[in-house]
């Protein structure tokens, strides 16, 4: 396993781009399609929680996460890019994280990752940075520009699978088709995407005991297309909004919420501290008609940090899924904060 420099660390704790056009779905400036979206504080139906006015709090954070699994007659691709903002009082601060791996070359370092000043003060928009530029949002999809890393990711309209919104924050996830341009490649694919809204809450500014603790998420596609997305943690900081255990599984577009999942590790391996990686896993939920089944193997780690008693890491997987009807192969990410 190869270990790497820290490139965005804080991205990982909390939750690009030039090539011709490619049409996913039908394109809005990004003006127009924050016009659509519901006000801050508004209930979508009578009975739901009212969603937090993030701007309304002094302290306050939000993220947008993009996991891309893709191939093309050259290899697979994956593409994790992460953007977060946060308020303290008069302060605001930016970040932008990005990690690739290439299946041929492994992990291939991308220009752009660590903070920068949110000059905007704002904490929905996705700031631009001098890497990366963002247009669109999830109703109607995403344009991700980054001429530094010759890379331009198009995202069809986010379909969304998991939904929770409670007084001390939103925690959304979605997929979508995407193709991205990478230098002369053009690799067809898909996206995960996550967003977290969380008052009272900014890492970028200050420092938070027992955010996580043994968390392990997976952004996985299956050969046919599949979506499949799940984590599993112990109690924590965020784990009341985000879940101890949780995920999706999402076939054409159609999106099944993981009941009774549970993640299991079936080996680990010495880390350099006081705890080991784990690197294989058996993840068992309840569907609509029976028990299914997953088993990841980590095949390529990514070490961001590592102290003497936990570490965060970014890992590609490979393994099976069975969806009831048949096993399918898997390619993906695994993300792990020990």
């Not at 200050?206 to 297309?225: A, L, N, P, S």
Request: hydrophobic share 40%; net charge negative; aromatic share 10%.
């Amino acid at each position: 396993m190869t270990t790497w420099r820290r490139t965005g660390l804080i991205c990982w704790l909390t939750g690009a781009l030039l090539w011709p056009t490619m049409i996913l779905a039908q394109e809005v400036p990004p003006d127009e399609a924050a016009q659509t979206e519901a006000a801050p504080g508004a209930s979508d139906e009578a009975g739901a929680a009212a969603e937090p006015d993030i701007d309304a709090h002094d302290v306050g954070y939000v993220s947008d996460r993009f996991f891309f699994v893709g191939h093309d007659e050259q290899g697979r691709v994956v593409l994790s890019l992460q953007s977060g903002r946060g308020r303290d009082g008069h302060e605001w601060q930016a970040e932008h994280a990005a990690v690739l791996h290439e299946e041929k070359r492994g992990w291939v370092e991308l220009k752009g990752s660590g903070t920068f000043k949110n000059k905007e003060k704002d904490l929905l928009k996705i700031p631009d940075s001098g890497a990366f530029e963002f247009q669109g949002g999830p109703a109607y999809g995403f344009i991700i520009t980054s001429v530094p890393n010759a890379m331009t990711l198009r995202i069809g309209p986010i379909v969304e699978h998991l939904s929770q919104v409670q007084e001390s924050g939103i925690h959304r996830m979605g997929s979508a088709a995407a193709v991205l341009g990478w230098g002369a490649r053009v690799i067809e694919g898909r996206v995960i995407h996550e967003h977290r809204l969380i008052p009272e809450f900014n890492p970028l500014n200050r420092v938070y005991v027992g955010t996580w603790k043994d968390f392990q998420g997976f952004f996985i596609q299956t050969e046919d297309g599949a979506d499949f997305y799940v984590h599993s943690q112990e109690a924590g900081r965020l784990s009341p909004l985000l879940g101890e255990q949780a995920g999706f599984h999402a076939i054409n577009g159609k999106g099944e919420q993981l009941q009774d999942a549970k993640v299991k590790v079936l080996s680990r391996e010495l880390a350099l501290g006081a705890y080991r990686w784990p690197t294989r896993w058996r993840v068992e939920w309840q569907a609509e008609n029976g028990m299914r089944m997953a088993e990841f193997t980590l095949i390529d780690q990514h070490v961001l940090s590592n102290w003497v008693v936990g570490g965060v890491a970014m890992g590609i997987v490979e393994g099976k899924l069975n969806d009831g009807r048949q096993t399918h192969t898997v390619y993906g990410l695994a993300e792990l904060l020990m």
